[in-house]
């Protein structure tokens, strides 16, 4: 093996000179902003997949072959130009899974290294003429080439997105390995029934071909570049005249300019609520006009900042101290609005620039601040509050967000899901009817977290089914240990998403489950909350009667927290609603007239009745005298794991 490299070197060690520039070129071109440790592992990878290795598989394949093959001049000439290309599609495959960039961009980046090394090897006569005019030109070529694929690297560009440049790349290389294996085959002192002639004919064919497709790529680049450029200095919002957002994040450090290097800064992130209505009632031209109003009142409040808009939302830069300014803007829009709720609201977060990192990193700063202002704006949705600000509590909430849908599954897996039951007592009989299963997120980082902190991230994931599914199956593992200690097994409600029905088959997860266990159908009730009826009522019908049809009972959970509660009750067929905490919370005669007569009402639709947030015995005998089935609430017992429950439940069993 020694003897074969000692040859193979002997006549081709250009290759490997050319492989270290292959290296150091392609860590200038993109590895610049990874640590020095990581350069150099990847610099090697890059001297790996140079031409050398290509070249190396090639002539060993060759030498293999050619004995086997009976070949003449053509046929060798076509068995070498395939070994050559067919070597240089992994190459090139790995190489682009190195930089990291689209296929378009490595093959256009190798194609330079090739045609350095194949115009050499037609300039040259002799190994040291290969080896100098090798390094010059894939130095030159590097130097011509340098901002073109640095730009195609790092930008969303029309060159990058076609693929006849990919392909036009891809031919320009075919066509060099071809037309440079071709004459040296003739200039090396064999016979030949072609003259010698023809081979330099070829061979300046070649290297003028060569020459075309360099002035041809510079010039096609450049024109595109320049087109492109032209589009981003003036990317203006055709309706507004506010910047694109594309705009925004190429120039925003243009505009920090004009603030001082130690003045506090902001970025707001706006929205119009409820602009949609407001198009509907007054037409789509007047919401035009209202957002144009929006920008100059925003340009005119704000002359410094440059402002950008994606839809209904602005976003910009300001100064903290001028944050006051916003009150005006949403005061001034106010008096647009004509019986649509039209609100104007701003969320806030502080932003520092920091001009000593890389670009790509500013920009990842920057998109930072853009999700805390977000995240500010949010905050405050549904709430009467116009301007939110980002602050500590709210990086927690988005640092316990982030961490929930990372740990869902692990959560799952690792028990950090516990599950909870909080009992339902017979109102007749004092005697407990039934639990409502329920889940709490013990983590081992943040401690304890309440489905407040998770449900609402989960179910905007649309990952909340886990959790659902985690309940019934812990209820399962529960119900097999009171099983095996002779103990009653109690039903249990638990609530499903209306996500479920679409993220998963929450019918056979759940026929699954119960099957596994040796469950009932009577023993596992299915919750439904009224504000999941709103969204899509057709596809929630359907899901309320097969869950009927399956053997189940459906219950309508925080029955009159919503604004169309009879409608749900006219439309949806339950078993049992369970009537919302807020009617207890506020217990004064008219609270007591609404429960009387829902209790009423449902005795009369055959439902039964469920009333939550029941805390004291006045609240208990009232609910027996208006004819309520069963009472939920803190008067019994908070919810609590299995082992505390049978304790809490002694006088009631």
């Not at 004919?201 to 041809?216: D, E, H, P």
């Not at 789509?284 to 957002?291: A, E």
């Not at 806030?348 to 920091?354: D, G």
Request: with cysteine; glycine share 4%.
């Amino acid at each position: 093996m020694i003897a074969w490299f000692t040859t193979f070197y002997a006549r081709n060690h250009t290759f490997l000179l050319q492989a270290f520039f292959i290296a150091l070129i392609t860590d200038q071109l993109f590895f610049k902003e990874e640590t020095i440790p990581k350069r150099i592992g990847k610099s090697l990878e890059a001297f790996l997949l140079s031409l050398n290795t290509s070249m190396i598989m090639t002539v060993f394949l060759y030498q293999k072959l050619t004995p086997l093959l009976s070949l003449n001049t053509l046929s060798d000439f076509f068995l070498a130009t395939g070994l050559i290309l067919l070597t240089l599609i992994p190459v090139i495959f790995l190489y682009q899974r190195l930089i990291n960039k689209k296929p378009s961009v490595a093959v256009f980046t190798y194609c330079q290294f090739v045609i350095a090394a194949e115009i050499s090897s037609l300039l040259a006569n002799q190994n040291w003429q290969w080896d100098f005019f090798t390094i010059i030109l894939t130095l030159c070529l590097y130097f011509l080439f340098k901002k073109e694929i640095r730009y195609i690297s790092q930008e969303q560009t029309v060159i990058t997105e076609d693929s006849r440049f990919f392909w036009s790349t891809v031919l320009c290389m075919i066509l060099v390995v071809a037309q440079a294996e071709f004459p040296r085959m003739f200039l090396d002192g064999s016979n030949s029934a072609v003259p010698t002639p023809i081979a330099y004919v070829v061979s300046f064919l070649a290297i003028i071909s060569c020459i075309m497709y360099v002035i041809f790529m510079k010039y096609n680049i450049f024109s595109v570049t320049r087109y492109e450029s032209y589009l981003k200095k003036y990317d203006d919002d055709p309706l507004t005249g506010a910047k694109s957002l594309h705009y925004f994040m190429e120039h925003y450090e243009e505009s920090l300019r004009q603030f001082g290097e130690s003045q506090s800064l902001s970025i707001f992130y706006s929205s119009l609520v409820n602009l949609h209505d407001y198009n509907l009632t007054n037409g789509y031209q007047d919401g035009s006009n209202l957002l144009k109003v929006i920008y100059q009142k925003l340009q005119s409040r704000f002359p410094k900042a440059l402002i950008a808009r994606s839809g209904s939302h602005f976003i910009g830069i300001v100064a903290s101290q001028e944050e006051e300014k916003f009150t005006k803007i949403v005061q001034e829009v106010a008096a647009y609005n004509t019986g649509e709720s039209l609100l104007f609201k701003v969320g806030l977060a502080p932003f520092k620039p920091s001009r000593h990192l890389l670009r790509r990193k500013r920009n990842t700063k920057l998109l930072h601040g853009l999700d805390q202002a977000n995240s500010a704006l949010n905050s405050i949705k549904l709430t009467n509050a116009s301007i939110g600000y980002y602050n500590d509590q709210l990086a927690k909430a988005d640092e316990i967000r982030v961490h929930v849908l990372s740990k869902i599954d692990q959560a799952c897996s690792a028990n950090w899901l516990k599950i909870y039951y909080q009992p339902l007592i017979d109102i007749q009989t004092m005697k407990l009817a039934e639990c409502e299963a329920l889940s709490r997120w013990i983590d081992p980082k943040y401690g304890f977290l309440s489905p407040d902190k998770f449900i609402p991230a989960l179910e905007a994931n649309r990952e909340v089914y886990k959790v659902d599914c985690h309940v019934l199956e812990g209820y399962g593992q529960d119900a097999e240990f009171l099983r095996e200690k002779n103990k009653e097994i109690f039903p249990i409600s638990f609530n499903i998403s209306r996500t479920d029905l679409e993220a998963c088959d929450i019918y056979q997860k759940i026929e699954n489950t119960v099957a596994r266990y040796g469950l009932s159908h009577d023993q596992v009730h299915i919750e439904i909350t009224e504000s999941a009826l709103n969204d899509n009522s057709q596809a929630m019908v359907e899901a309320v009667q097969h869950f009927h049809d399956l053997g189940y009972q459906v219950w309508m959970d925080d029955f009159g927290s919503g604004y169309s509660s009879l409608n749900v009750l006219k439309d949806y067929h339950f078993d049992v609603i369970k009537i919302d905490m807020v009617f207890l919370r506020k217990f004064d005669d008219r609270s007591k007239t609404i429960v009387r007569n829902i209790c009423r009402m449902a005795k009369e639709l055959g439902i039964r009745t469920v009333c939550e947030g029941v805390e004291t015995q006045e609240q208990f005998d009232f609910l027996k005298e208006a004819g309520c089935n069963l009472a939920q609430g803190f008067l019994f017992s908070p919810p609590v794991p299995l082992d505390e429950l049978y304790k809490k439940m002694a006088p009631y069993l």
